[in-house]
């Protein structure tokens, strides 16, 4: 079983800045990937970015220049460095990790989701 906390979300006037963490804990010896998505009132979630082990990464267009996503395998945790926040990023964020390899060496057959927290960019 995998647990996932995440921290860093509040509250921010638009063009600040806020950056999100969240450690995976459990008998894990690898990940696929981590990432990050969000879900605004009334929307379907989406992913905002994402990152694989070797570093490849992948963001959606409107967070392109603003956000950057990292991780550190050795604290299996990823970031979201978000920065010139807009009104339009209010949205709870969601931690998602995929391609779990434990300790064991079974391979989880899902991904595992964190609780979410809240990001709300006032103008």
């Known amino acids: 079983q995998v647990q996932l906390m995440e921290s860093g979300g509040g509250l921010v006037q638009a063009g600040g800045s806020l950056r999100l963490s969240c450690a995976a804990s459990?008998?894990?010896?690898?990940?696929?990937?981590m990432g990050w998505y969000r879900q605004a009132p009334g929307k379907q979630r989406e992913l905002v970015a994402a990152m694989t082990s070797l570093g490849t990464t992948n963001y959606i267009d409107s967070v392109k220049g603003r956000f950057a996503i990292s991780r550190d395998n050795a604290k299996n945790t990823v970031y979201l460095q978000m920065n010139s926040l807009k009104v339009e990023d209010t949205a709870v964020y969601y931690c998602n990790v995929k391609g779990v390899v434990f300790t064991s060496l079974r391979t989880a057959p899902d991904g595992y989701w964190g609780q979410g927290t809240q990001v709300t960019v006032s103008s």
């Open positions: 459990g008998s894990i010896l690898s990940i696929s990937i």
